[in-house]
């Protein structure tokens, strides 16, 4: 609910799809901000990538924007209207593949939490509707031949493929990711990427990606935004000077490999450490009898 009716006379063309300012949050008993001073502001159909050390505040951030987390101060848009809670217009998917072992994969999309919430509402129509739509969601995946198959009897990367249709059933405006090729092998990754690049062109959904993989950052975002901890904060947002539709072999590019460097460069600034030789030293060192 939007607790502030004014806000929905504002022209929703000139909207930024995520706006964030000023957020600040803090989990109990911690004694540091988990995010602070978060300012961000997305516009539709943009495609942005979040990288920065581990522990730095990514998967709090894009919790905090699924509604899955509350903050302590600041606002947090989204199409204009305060987040306060969870809503099928933003779609989630995490890393661990979270499908319901009991359910075939074309139920698991069709039969989406959100779906379930509103079933009472609806008119066999918009069943009728649903259930093509998962047709069509299975198809662009590439998961028609499994259609009837269970979680258990899927790999990891046709799991996941199963998790995307499924968080983009409801048509997200927004699609939020978590490190979602994480555990996938580096071949499955690249057809993830260009499934997901398909996908994000096809349905215009507004996408924020976390990830640990610089590389796979700077291919699919138009910016990529670095995160620093303690506080969580965000450090550098750098723009990817690359075409709109990136191929494999950009990866390649002088750009692309200049970028990847110094954004390599300012996480390992921001973590404290200098060099991997530097950590490795320190590991050693402590390991010594
Ligand atoms: N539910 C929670 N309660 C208390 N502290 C938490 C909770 N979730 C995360 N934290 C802490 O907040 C910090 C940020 O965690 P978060 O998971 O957002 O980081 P991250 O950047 O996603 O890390 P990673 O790259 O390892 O996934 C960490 O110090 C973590 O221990
Ligand atoms: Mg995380």
Redesign the pocket.
């Known amino acids: 609910m939007n607790p502030n009716p004014a806000e929905k006379t504002e022209n929703p063309e000139k909207l930024p799809k995520i706006e964030v300012r000023g957020l600040r949050k803090r ?1 109990e008993g ?1 004694a540091i901000d ?1 995010l602070q001073g978060i300012d961000l502001r997305i516009e539709a159909g943009e495609f942005v990538t979040f990288v ?1 050390a ?7 951030l894009l919790r905090c924007i699924g509604g899955l987390e509350h903050h302590d101060s600041g606002e947090l848009k989204v199409d204009g209207r305060a987040v306060d809670g969870p809503g099928p217009e933003r779609g989630m998917v995490f890393q661990h593949y979270s499908l319901y072992p009991w359910l075939s994969v074309r139920e698991n999309i069709r039969f989406c939490r959100q779906l379930r919430v509103h079933t009472g509402e609806r008119t066999s129509a918009e069943v009728e509707a649903a259930s093509g739509r998962a047709d069509a969601l299975l198809r662009l995946m590439g998961l028609g031949a499994v259609a009837e198959a269970w979680p258990a009897q899927l790999s990891g990367g046709m799991q996941q493929r199963v998790a995307i249709a499924r968080a983009l059933m409801s048509r997200p405006g927004v699609l939020l990711m978590d490190e979602p090729f994480g555990a996938l092998d580096a071949q499955t990754r690249e057809v993830m990427h260009e499934l997901i690049a398909h996908v994000h062109r096809l349905e215009r959904t507004t996408v924020v990606f ?1 990830t ?1 993989d610089v590389e796979e950052a700077i291919y699919l975002g138009s910016r990529v935004v670095l995160m620093a901890p303690r506080p ?1 904060r965000i450090d550098t947002v750098f723009e990817v000077p690359l075409p709109a539709r990136r191929q494999p072999e950009m990866k390649h590019a002088p750009e692309f490999l200049a970028l990847k460097r110094r954004i390599l460069e300012r996480i390992r600034a921001t973590t404290g450490m200098d060099t991997d030789h530097e950590l490795l030293e320190r590991l050693s060192a402590s390991a010594a009898p």
Request: aromatic share 8%; with cysteine; net charge positive.
């Open positions: 989990y911690a988990v920065g581990s522990g730095c505040g990514k998967s709090t976390v640990h969580g």
